[in-house]
Every structure is written in structure tokens, then in C-alpha cells.
């Protein structure tokens, strides 16, 4: 799996490949760290390549958006796949994070 | 009074004494009748007596005259005819007989014309009586020829002495007689028995009109005579002296009787007839008088012989009507008065009837039958009150209990699960119910469900009857169904049931109750019985007693420790659960129909491989033959389940086995995976399954063994054409994963808590999540069905 | 003297309107319903209305009817036609000025249920005064030598059983021997009027000499006797009521019933069997038939014609 933050235009732009599995979640958590406290500025997460994603993985997304809420910024998902997009929809998270 | 036979009947008082009166009305008439007639006969007999015996006086005085004046005139014959030569000695004669018999009024010595030829052609020496002194002519001219008077001529032709008929006689020159005259006269006849002239001697009838007239027997009777010709020579009403005789009136009006009563006089009958004259009845007595051909008749009005006796008839009747009217009025008061009790009776119980039950009734203290009838009556409502309090008692009673049963009727019957077959779609097993409600609902409970690839299932029966128990079957059927949604073992499950229910269970109501969980994975049966009959597994050659400890009933006490026990079912064997209804079912001789009757049944319907359908109706057949229409007392249930699990016919069997290591995900993910490939799966089911495996075991790996430790965990999948099942064991603590609460997922993100997803998406994902702890490991049991 | 010229002048004319109205008329028997029309006539007034004052008197036993007319004592009496006709052949010329009586009312009645006229040689009654010519005129012509007992009354005589039939008038006789209980049937009635002796009866005669002078009031006494006749006709009880006024009056010994079967009976006789009417006249052939057979059987010497007793 591979992990990638990149501050554009003000924004913070994470992009997520491959699998996230429980493992991965674990590495990828040190790269995303940054990501829990924005200070305001907005967090876009590139998910048109991951292909799986464990609750692992979910929890880190939900740390993100709570640290970027917290700081009145916004987290955008995009390119999120189906088979993603339903595990979002079992979890509920469908409801609380923005995509694209 | 509308209708006077109404009116009497309606009273009892006025019924008796009309009877009494009409019978003694029939007796009096009968006892006056006959003393009437017989009465009546005498009073005409008398009646008849004393006319007649007047009558013959009378006639016997008139007579004695008239015969005096027949002797004198015989008696002076002699002479005249002895001196016929002489004629003037005619007038001698003639003067002399007036002399010598006095009552006589006059005295003619007639010859026939020419006889004395020196005489003329009239030749008659008469004399008469002119108040004492005599006066003696001759009484024959031109304007009175004698020889054409009836005295004269009578005896001429009839040859013999005849009493003319009364007449005024007056002769034209001089002579004139007032009083009514009578005429004895004889025929004069020569030596030669010539005749030769009439003597005949005349006798005022005035002497003989009083003594007629005086006649009267009774007050308004009166007397008559008539002469030959029928004429009235005395008569009350002295307008019909000479003028109209006995048979004037019905020569205009005809009168048969008196026309009969007419001749019979003038035949110189005597005798009585009975007839009506001038518009009265009459009794009329008749008798002749002497030679005169005169009949003298007394008519005596009925009026005034039984006048007497029509009036003390009239009196009497009139005392018996009166007496008999009297008896009506007292005798009705009399009885009335007796039969008030009775009236009282009636209005009174009237009143009873109307619903007032109190309604006093009246003692009078009276012994005799109405005395009676009052006490009796009063018995009678007093045990009427009785009766009917409690009849109200009772039926109130029965009524509340129907109620309460209706309620109780009412309530197990939407609680329990009536349809069947209740999981069609699962082949491993096989399900079928039944519960017969007593006529008093007994309290019978059962139920089953299916969760997490195990079948709770559980069989009771509330002690009681009626609505409490029902009350007390629905709370246990619910407490069971949230104790057993998140536990699965048995004896929890118990506990939780028994902890409730003895709690506020002031009516020490007691459950008994049987619990199972069959693992329809593995076969496994966990159970726990709670003072229940233990039921029977049917296996393939009989029925055998489920081995389970009776334990205490549901409801005694609360810290009861409930323990709970297992066997494996084979497959292909049925779990029999029944209550004490089958058992204890009598029939009409009270027999029970008895334990080992039922498993002998049992026996017989596992070696004939019945379904569970069958298996119920077999025992219900024998039941009702046996109970042979005798009322069940008991409810009676039963519970048939037939395990066949699936086959192992797999199409995949692998199993991984991982280190408690995170790390290990990869290789689980390449594992499910491959088998994913194998199974030739779609891509979104390849990646649930996935992901729900690894979050499985992920959570094993995190919390199963204490930390720092290494365990294994084993992941095991097998699968069909129809599911795959994917088990995850290992022997860390007991953790059941199931047993944690369903995420919330309609919070928001700032509340999300961070953990419990994984679960969460476990359960989401798979069709089935079980967990069992055996053998000290941990078994998860993941299922996803293929087929839809 | 003009004084006495009146009185005698009132004399004369009292005397001759006296003279020339006043009648006195004796029927020929006691007063009886066979006289009623001229008690009607003198009660109603019709005599009067005619201007003829009649005194009617009746015969006693010292005074026959005949000898007052001889006597002229009464100036016109009632006889029955043969009777008349006697008379008349004795020398006593007679007049008849109103006939009432139309049919002949005698009879003979027998004491048995027999036909009178088989009991030959019976003694008969027959009234001593003079009626039953035809009788004797029958009795000879048939040869029944009945032995006639002449008697003032046959009634006694024949209820005694000193005879064995009687002469008797269909309204009198007849109905007093009812009266005395006797009950006749058809077969012991026999009635002259039905074996062809019809002769009229009743009328009022005069005697000629006196008719001659009173033709006038002959006229008016016979009208207004008719009168009283039709009106006697018209009011029988009316008229019986007058009638038992004179029977009453002359102590007759009689009653109501007698006198109004009498009155019936008279009436009836006095309506012609031809004509069926009241004629109020002699009829010629009648006075033949009775004068022939008087004559045959000797009561008669010589016929006596109808123009003999009428009036011219």
C-alpha cells in the first residue's frame, strides 16, 4: 500500500493506493499523522486507488475528520470506489464524510 | 262489567257462592216445587169439595120448593078433574089452592077452546096472590089467547108436566106481575086421557134469585142459572137477565169451552169445568135443578181459589229469593273474607315476581289451609332470596373466570408461534408445534427462534389456570425471547428468566420450563430444564428420555443456579418436548394415559421415520382415542424438532492457520483470496468477505490472548454451492464477539466512538455470525450464503 | 072577537097542519133492528126534513098492529107481502107505499140434522099471528102433512122438544134458537128463498082509504123511510146503537148481539138476487107467484094483483 500527503493550494492533499489492510492501516497511520490537526486548512484524501479498506483504516479516516472538524476544516473523499463507498455505507460513515 | 262470566270468574269468592246458591236455589225449587203440587192438588180438591157441597145445598133447598109447589099442583089434580062438569068450581079451585099455598103467586085452570061450550071459546080460571089477598078471574079474550102461550101448550104437546121457562108474565087487561114467574103446569085430561086443557100453578122466583145469588163460595165468585134455552135467569150482571143467554157471547166471538160448558148445563149435567170467562179463568161448578130443566152454575175464579195460594206461593218465593240473594251477598263477603290472605298472597308474591324480592309477606297466624299456603310461601321466598344471591354469586363468578379465561385464551394465543413450517428455507431443520387449550387455559408455553446459526427453543407451563397465568406465560415467553437475544447459553439464559420472575412474584407463581440451544452447526444441543418433563429423542430405532436435571421451577428462588448441560445430536434425530398435559390426559375411568404409553408411541413413530408433523398428530389421534371424548383438564403441547444437518458435501475445505500477530493480515487476505478465486466469487462478495474475516480475526488477534502472548488462530472455511461458512478458533479467553452492542450508526462524528466497527462490518457483512465456546476454545462461525 | 077569530084560525091550522102531517106508524112486531131505518129516519130527522112529524108506536099484547090500523090508530104499519095480500082478499083494501124487503127471509129449521122436508107428519111451529102462508102453500104442494102448531113463540116450544121443527125468520127466530145453544148445520136449514118461493116480505102499507087523502104524505113518509133505509145501510152500528136506544126503551128482552146479526141479516134482504141493488119496490112477478099459490092452496079466495096493492 502506498501513503502520500502533499500540501496544494492551501489544502492538504492525501493519497491513498492499494490495500488498507489492518497492517497497512498501522504504517499508514505515521504518514497520516499530520493529518489529525490541520490547523484550519482543508484535507482532501485521494482514494481512486484503494481498493480495500479495513476499520483500521476507517478509524484513522475518522481521526482526521474529527481533528479537521474540530479545526473548522473540511475533509473531502474522493474517488471513492463502490465496494468502499458500501463498507462506508455498513459503518454509517456515508453520513459524515464528505466525497467527491 | 264488560263481561259478567268474566267477572266471576276472576273471583273465587264470587265462583263459590254462586255455586253454593245455585244449588241451593236447585234444592229449594225442587222442595217448593213439589210442595206446590202437591198443594196445589189439595187446595183445588178442597176447592172442588166446597163448591159442589154449596152448590148441592143450594140446589137441595131450591129444590125442596120447587117440589113443594110440583105436590101442591099434583095434589089439586084430582079435584079439578073430578069436577069437570063444574066449571065455576074451576075458580074455587083455583082460589083454594093460592089459600092453601101460600108461596104460590098464581094459579091458572085453562081448557081448551070451546070445552065449556056455554062458556065461549076462552074458558081459563085464574088466580093470583095480590099481597095477601086473592083475586080470582077469567083470563081468556081475543087479545089474550092463551091457547098460543108457551105454559099452555108445553104440556099439551109434551105430554107430560113441564116447568115453563121463567118469564114476566102480565096479562094485557089489568094485570101485571113484577117479579120474575116460573109456571108448573100439568096436562088436564079426561076421563078418556083426552086432553083437555093445562093447569098450571105459577111461583115468584125472586126467593129463588137471592138464594142463587147468594151462593159464593169465594169472595169473587158468583153464581148463574140458566133456563132451557140457555137464558140467564140470575146473574151478577143484571144487564143480561133474559136478555142474552149463556151462548149470546159466542154467537159473534166463538168460545168453544163455554159453548161445551153451555150444552152440558142444559143436557142437565153435573159436574165441573175448567174455562175462561170474561177474561179470567174460571173453575165453574153445575148442577140441574130438579125437573125445571134449569142448571144452576157457580163460576169461582181461579183468581180467588188459589188467590190464597198464589200469594203465600208469591211470599214464599219471594222469601227464598231474597233469602237466596242474602246468602249470595254473605256467603261472598264470608269467603271473600277468608280468602283475603289469599288475595294478599297473590298481590304480594306478584310483587316477588316483579323483582322485590324483600317484599313482606304477611303471617296471619292462621293455621288452616291458608295458614299453610302463607308459611309455605314465606319458606319459599326466603330460600328464593337465598337461591338467587347465590345465583348472582355464582354467575358473577362464572362470569369473571370467563372473562379472565377469555383474557387468558386470548393472550396465549397471539403469543404463540402458529405458523409452520417456520423456516421453509433452511433444510437442516424441521419444526412443527402444536398446543390443545384446555377448557380452563392451563398456562402452556413454547417457543422458538433461530439466531446466529443456533435454535432457541424452550417449552413451559405456568402453574394455575386463568388469567394470571397467562399473564405470567406471557411475561416468561418475552423474558425468554430478550434473555436468549444476547445470550446463548442456557443456564444464563435460565437464570435471567428466574431472576425476573421471582421478582414482585408475590403469588408464588411458579414456571416450569425446558431450554435448548441447538448449535445447528455443529449439532450441538445445550440445555437446561427447570422442574420440566425432560423430553424424548427419537432416534432411529426409539425414543429415549433426554438425561437433564430437574433443577427447582422458574419463580422459587431467585439466586437458584441453573446448570446446563449438552449432547450432541445426531443427525437425523428429533427432539421430542411435551408438558404433563399429554401425560395426564384421563379418560372417563380417570386413567392417566401415562409416560411410557407416550414413548411407547414415540418409539414407534422414530422406527416409521415420521416427520414432525406427523409425530404430533399420530399422538394426538392416540390421545383423543384414548381420552374418548372425556374434557381435557390440561392444556396439551408438544414440540417436535428434526435435525438433518447439511451434508458435508463441500465443494472447498481449507484452513489457515495464523500467529496473533497483525502482521498475519496479509497472509489471511491472500488466503481468502484464493479462495475467493476458487470459488469463482464476484468481486464485491470476494472483498466482504474479506474484509469480514479480517476484522474477525483481527479482533481475536487484539483481545483473545493476553497481551505479550502468542496463540494460534485457526481460520477454517468451508463452503458449498449454497454458503460459505468460515470458522475462526482459537483458545484465548472466552470472548464472544456477538454479545457486544450494535454500533449507533446514525451518530455523528464528533460522538462516534472510535472502537467496535470491526464487529459491527463482521455482522453487517456475513449472513450469519455465531460464536460457541467448546472445548475451551473460542469457535466463530461466519456464514455467507451464495445462493439467494 | 078578532081575538077568537085568531084563536080558531090557530085552532084550524094546528089541527089541519096536525091532521095533515102527524102519522103514527106501528111496525107490525116489538122494536127490533127489523124496523132500524124508520128509528133512523125519525132519530136522524129525515121525517121531520120531509115535514112529516111521525110518532112511531109499537103493538102491545092488548093492541095488535092490525087493529090499530083498523082503528086508525096508527095511520101505516109494516106487513109482510102475503100477510098483506090476506088482508087485502079480506075485505081490507091495502096499499103498499115502500117495500124494503127484497128476498123472502123464512125458514124451516129442524130439531134433528135431517132435511126438514123429510120429516113428513112432524109437528111444525108456525106463528099464531099470521105469517108462513108459503109455508102451508109448500107443505101442501109437497105433501109433508105437517102438523102446525100455532104458538105466539116456538122458541121454548122447540127447545123443549115440544115440536119438531119451527118456522123461523133467518134474521130473528133463527138466531134466538142459537142463541139457545143449538147448532144447525146446512142439511137441517131449509130456506124458502132457495127452492124457488122468493117472495118478497117486509113493506109499509096504508090502508087505501087513508092513502087516497095522504098520497103526499105517503110519499114523504115512504122517502124519508128510504132514507133512513140507505142510511141505516151505509151506518150499521150507528144504527144499532138507535135501535138498542128503542129496545131498551120498550124493555124488549133482546140483546146487542141479536139485533146486530138481525140488522145484518134485514140489510142483506134488502138487496134485489138479480139486480143486486136496493129497489125499494114490488116486484110483479113475486106478487104472482105468491098470489098464485094462495089461491092454489086456498089461504086466498080471489088473486090479488099487483095493481091491488100499489099506489093507482
Keep these: 500500500m502506498k501513503t502520500s500527503i502533499e500540501e496544494i493550494d492551501g489544502k492538504y492533499v492525501a493519497v491513498l493506493e492499494g490495500e488498507m489492510d489492518t497492517a497497512a492501516a498501522m504504517e499508514a497511520e505515521a504518514v497520516l499523522k499530520p493529518l489529525y490537526d490541520t490547523g484550519g486548512k482543508d484535507v482532501v484524501i485521494d482514494c481512486s486507488g484503494l481498493e480495500y479498506i479495513a476499520s483500521s483504516g476507517l478509524r484513522i479516516l475518522l481521526s482526521i475528520l474529527k481533528g479537521a472538524k474540530g479545526g473548522g476544516s473540511h475533509v473531502v473523499l474522493k474517488g471513492v470506489n463502490e465496494d468502499i463507498k458500501n463498507v462506508f455505507k455498513l459503518t454509517g460513515f456515508i453520513n459524515i464524510f464528505e466525497f467527491e | 262489567m264488560k263481561n259478567p262470566i268474566q267477572y266471576i270468574r276472576q273471583s273465587l269468592s264470587r265462583k263459590l257462592s254462586l255455586w253454593i246458591v245455585l244449588f241451593a236455589a236447585i234444592i229449594f225449587n225442587v222442595a217448593l216445587g213439589v210442595m206446590f203440587r202437591q198443594s196445589l192438588d189439595a187446595v183445588r180438591q178442597e176447592a172442588v169439595n166446597r163448591a159442589t157441597q154449596v152448590l148441592d145445598n143450594t140446589v137441595l133447598r131450591v129444590n125442596t120448593i120447587l117440589q113443594r109447589v110440583e105436590k101442591a099442583a099434583d095434589n089439586t089434580e084430582w079435584l079439578i078433574l073430578r069436577h069437570l062438569n063444574a066449571p065455576d068450581s074451576m075458580f074455587v079451585y083455583s082460589r083454594t089452592i093460592l089459600k092453601n099455598n101460600p108461596e104460590l103467586n098464581g094459579c091458572s085452570i085453562a081448557f081448551e077452546p070451546w070445552y065449556f061450550k056455554d062458556r065461549g071459546k076462552y074458558f081459563s080460571a085464574y088466580s093470583y096472590n095480590d099481597n095477601g089477598s086473592i083475586l080470582t078471574t077469567q083470563e081468556g079474550n081475543d087479545h089474550y089467547e092463551y091457547f098460543y102461550m108457551d105454559w099452555y101448550q108445553m104440556v099439551k104437546l109434551l105430554d107430560r108436566p113441564n116447568w115453563t121457562e121463567p118469564f114476566f108474565d102480565f096479562n094485557p087487561e089489568d094485570i101485571y106481575s113484577k117479579d120474575m114467574i116460573a109456571s108448573y103446569c100439568r096436562p088436564l085430561k079426561d076421563a078418556n086421557g083426552s086432553y083437555i086443557g093445562t093447569f098450571s100453578t105459577d111461583i115468584s122466583l125472586g126467593w129463588l134469585s137471592e138464594t142463587i145469588s147468594a151462593v159464593k163460595p169465594y169472595p169473587n165468585s158468583y153464581s148463574i142459572m140458566i133456563g132451557e134455552g140457555g137464558t140467564f135467569f140470575v146473574h151478577p150482571d143484571t144487564t143480561k137477565l133474559f136478555y142474552q143467554t149463556i151462548f149470546t157471547e159466542t154467537l159473534e166471538q166463538p168460545d168453544p169451552d163455554l159453548t161445551a160448558l153451555g150444552h152440558a148445563m142444559l143436557r142437565g149435567e153435573e159436574g165441573m169445568h175448567q174455562l175462561r170467562m170474561d177474561g179470567e179463568d174460571c173453575y165453574v161448578f153445575y148442577k140441574p135443578l130438579g125437573n125445571t130443566g134449569w142448571s144452576v152454575a157457580i163460576v169461582c175464579p181461579e183468581d180467588d181459589i188459589f188467590g190464597g195460594y198464589f200469594r203465600l206461593q208469591r211470599i214464599v218465593l219471594f222469601i227464598v229469593i231474597i233469602g237466596l240473594i242474602l246468602m249470595l251477598l254473605v256467603f261472598s263477603r264470608i269467603v271473600s273474607r277468608e280468602l283475603k290472605p289469599l288475595r294478599r298472597l297473590a298481590d304480594q308474591t306478584g310483587t316477588i315476581a316483579k323483582g322485590h324480592f324483600d317484599q313482606k309477606l304477611q303471617e296471619d297466624g292462621r293455621t288452616d289451609e291458608i295458614g299453610r299456603l302463607s308459611h309455605s310461601f314465606g319458606d319459599m321466598q326466603q330460600s328464593l332470596i337465598r337461591y338467587i344471591d347465590e345465583l348472582k354469586e355464582t354467575t358473577a363468578r362464572n362470569a369473571s373466570i370467563e372473562s379472565e379465561l377469555k383474557v387468558a385464551s386470548t393472550i396465549q394465543a397471539s403469543m404463540l408461534p402458529r405458523v409452520f413450517p417456520p423456516f421453509p428455507e433452511r433444510k437442516d431443520i424441521d419444526l412443527y408445534a402444536s398446543m390443545i387449550p384446555a377448557k380452563e387455559v392451563g398456562g402452556d408455553l413454547f417457543d422458538f427462534f433461530l439466531r446466529d446459526e443456533k435454535l432457541f427453543f424452550c417449552i413451559g407451563d405456568v402453574s394455575g389456570k386463568g388469567a394470571p397465568s397467562a399473564m405470567l406465560m406471557a411475561v416468561t415467553h418475552a423474558l425468554f425471547r430478550s434473555a436468549s437475544a444476547h445470550q446463548s447459553d442456557p443456564s444464563s439464559i435460565m437464570q435471567a428468566v428466574n431472576e425476573t420472575t421471582c421478582q414482585g412474584n408475590e403469588s408464588n407463581m411458579f414456571i416450569t420450563l425446558f431450554l435448548g440451544v441447538l448449535n445447528l452447526s455443529t449439532g450441538c444441543l445445550c440445555y437446561c430444564n427447570a422442574g420440566h418433563d425432560c423430553p424424548l429423542i427419537l432416534g432411529i430405532e426409539a425414543a429415549t428420555a433426554l438425561k437433564a436435571q430437574p433443577n427447582l421451577p422458574l419463580g422459587v428462588f431467585a439466586d437458584m443456579k441453573y446448570e446446563e448441560q449438552e449432547i450432541q445430536l445426531a443427525p437425523g434425530s428429533t427432539v421430542f418436548l411435551y408438558t404433563d398435559g399429554l401425560t395426564e390426559a384421563k379418560n372417563r375411568d380417570r386413567k392417566q394415559f401415562g409416560w411410557q404409553r407416550m414413548a411407547d408411541i414415540l418409539s414407534s413413530c422414530a422406527r416409521q421415520q415420521l416427520t414432525p408433523r406427523q409425530i404430533l398428530e399420530t399422538i394426538s389421534g392416540e390421545v383423543d382415542r384414548f381420552v374418548a371424548g372425556a374434557e381435557h383438564s390440561d392444556d396439551l403441547t408438544m414440540l417436535a424438532i428434526h435435525y438433518t444437518p447439511n451434508p458435508v458435501d463441500s465443494i472447498l475445505s481449507e484452513s489457515l492457520l495464523l500467529k496473533n500477530d497483525v502482521r498475519e493480515v496479509a497472509r489471511l487476505g491472500a488466503f481468502v483470496k484464493s479462495v475467493a478465486e476458487r470459488l469463482n466469487l464476484a468481486q464485491p462478495l470476494a472483498g466482504q468477505l474479506r474484509l469480514a474475516v479480517e476484522e474477525s480475526v483481527v479482533n481475536v488477534i487484539d483481545y483473545a490472548y493476553p497481551a505479550g502472548s502468542d496463540g494460534d488462530i485457526t481460520v477454517s472455511v468451508v463452503a458449498d454451492g449454497s454458503s460459505i461458512k468460515v470458522t475462526v478458533i482459537d483458545s484465548g479467553i472466552p470472548f464472544d464477539p456477538t454479545s457486544t452492542d450494535k454500533a449507533d450508526t446514525s451518530l455523528s462524528a464528533e460522538d462516534r466512538p472510535i472502537g467496535g466497527l470491526g464487529i459491527q462490518l463482521v455482522r453487517e457483512l456475513m449472513d450469519s455470525v455465531g460464536y460457541e465456546r467448546t472445548d475451551g476454545h473460542n469457535v466463530l462461525t461466519l456464514i455467507k450464503q451464495l445462493k439467494r | ?312
Excluded at chain 3, 135 to 153: H, N, P, Q, T, V
Design chain 3, 1 to 312: 072577537m078578532k081575538k077568537l077569530v085568531l084563536l080558531l084560525t090557530l085552532l084550524f091550522f094546528a089541527v089541519f097542519s096536525r091532521a095533515q102531517d102527524r102519522i103514527v106508524f106501528t111496525p107490525q112486531w116489538t122494536a127490533q133492528a127489523q124496523f132500524a131505518g124508520y128509528y133512523v129516519a125519525q132519530e136522524k130527522g129525515f121525517y121531520r126534513d120531509v115535514g112529516v112529524e111521525v110518532e112511531i108506536v109499537h103493538p102491545s099484547a092488548t093492541l095488535s098492529a092490525l087493529n090499530r090500523i083498523r082503528r086508525n090508530e096508527s095511520q101505516a104499519t109494516t106487513l109482510q107481502l102475503c100477510q098483506a095480500m090476506e088482508i087485502i082478499d079480506s075485505g081490507i083494501p091495502l096499499v103498499n107505499i115502500l117495500q124494503t124487503s127484497m128476498n123472502n127471509a123464512m125458514i124451516i129449521a129442524s130439531r134433528r140434522d135431517v132435511d126438514p122436508l123429510s120429516q113428513k107428519g112432524v109437528r111444525v111451529g108456525i106463528w099464531s099471528v099470521g105469517f108462513g102462508q108459503l109455508a102451508i102453500c109448500m107443505s101442501e104442494k109437497e105433501g109433508l102433512d105437517y102438523e102446525w102448531i100455532r104458538s105466539a113463540s116456538n122458541v121454548n116450544l122447540f127447545v123443549k122438544g115440544a115440536i119438531d121443527a119451527t118456522l123461523a125468520m133467518s134474521y130473528s127466530e133463527y138466531y134466538q134458537l142459537v142463541q139457545a145453544g143449538y147448532e144447525f148445520s146446512d142439511r137441517s136449514i131449509y130456506r124458502f128463498c132457495d127452492h124457488g118461493y122468493n117472495v118478497q116480505e117486509d113493506g109499509v102499507y096504508m090502508t087505501r082509504q087513508y092513502y087516497e087523502r095522504h098520497k103526499e104524505q105517503a110519499r114523504k113518509f115512504s122517502e124519508a123511510s128510504r132514507r133512513g133505509w140507505e142510511w141505516a145501510s151505509e151506518h150499521p152500528e150507528e144504527t144499532l146503537d138507535i135501535v138498542m136506544k128503542y129496545v131498551r126503551e120498550n124493555h124488549i128482552a133482546t140483546n146487542r148481539t141479536l139485533q146486530r146479526l138481525m140488522l145484518q141479516e134485514v140489510l142483506r134482504l134488502q138487496v134485489d138476487r138479480e139486480s143486486g141493488a136496493r129497489e125499494y119496490r114490488l116486484r110483479p112477478d113475486m106478487v104472482k107467484l105468491a098470489s098464485d099459490l094462495m089461491v092454489e092452496y086456498k089461504l086466498i079466495g080471489h088473486e090479488v094483483t099487483f095493481g091491488q096493492l100499489t099506489a093507482e
